[in-house]
């Protein structure tokens, strides 16, 4: 009894040192390694930037790491100038870009860009033609669209954002966006805006959205990991991380973090499609 009892704890303690030692493989990079690593940029990134960080410093005291948001355009040209260690992007950069800068890419996830309303909105789904057409000023009252006789309120991105240059290139088509749209910084910025006016409209990227904003059907179709996957939802785009030339010893080790099963695990968890290297 004693005996069979002996080999059951052994075989549950192996198992749970197996699993310790798995879950642990993805950090053990960064032993031995110190200093500071920068990270600026797409902030369709920072969750899942954030999540790493935090996990490593918390690993490796002698690490501290450092995640800033900014836009795309930000994270290409801080990158490219040396600013930071890593450039976070919604889009794929330019051949001028890369050729400019020297940037080498790395692609983890795959992300969709969502129209998202106030959930009060009764307004369930928009064809692309009526996007564009509020987007652009022409239909100006959600009663156009079957809401309440309410002006719309439409709200934007900045023109650095990696988010706006997808949505404006796959949903509008790379058609006008109104004059007096209000503009905001990030992807937080966009949900808090949204949630907060009942009249409003913007987009956002789907690991983004909760329940305090709803995201609409666009052409009868969801904007579900599940459908961008599968191509049905073309208001997509990959998430890159870029350095300027061959990453540093630090560097390396938090980007190839992201295609592990710990970082993929964290990817999926924060709302993104993880993609493999």
Known sequence: MLHRRFLFLFAFSLVWLMSSWAHAEGY???????????????????????????EVMTRHPSIKITVAGGGSGVGIKQVGEGLVDIGNSGRQ??????????LKLYRWAMDGVAVVVHPKNPVQSL????????????LTNWKQVGGPDKAIHVITRD?????????????????PIRQDADVVPSNGAMKTAVATDPASIGYMSVGYVDETVRALTLDG???????????????????????????????KAFLEL????????????????????
């Open 127 to 138: 064809t692309s033609k009526e996007v564009q057409d509020i987007f652009s000023g022409t």
């Open 93 to 102: 950069p330019t051949d001028e870009e890369v050729a400019k800068y020297g």
């Open 159 to 175: 023109e650095a954002s990696g988010t706006r240059e997808v949505f404006w290139q796959k949903a509008l088509r790379k058609g």
């Open 28 to 54: 053990e990079a960064f032993k031995g390694l110190e200093g500071t690593l920068r990270i600026a940029g797409g902030t369709a990134h920072i969750p899942v930037m954030q999540a790493l960080a935090q």
């Open 221 to 251: 179709v969801q904007p579900t990991m599940d459908n961008v996957v599968s191509g049905l939802y073309p208001v997509a785009r990959g998430l890159y991380s870029l350095t300027k030339g061959e990453p540093s010893s630090l560097a």
């Open 258 to 277: 992201l295609y592990t099963a710990e970082g993929q695990s964290v990817i999926s968890a924060k709302g993104y499609i993880p993609v493999s290297k």
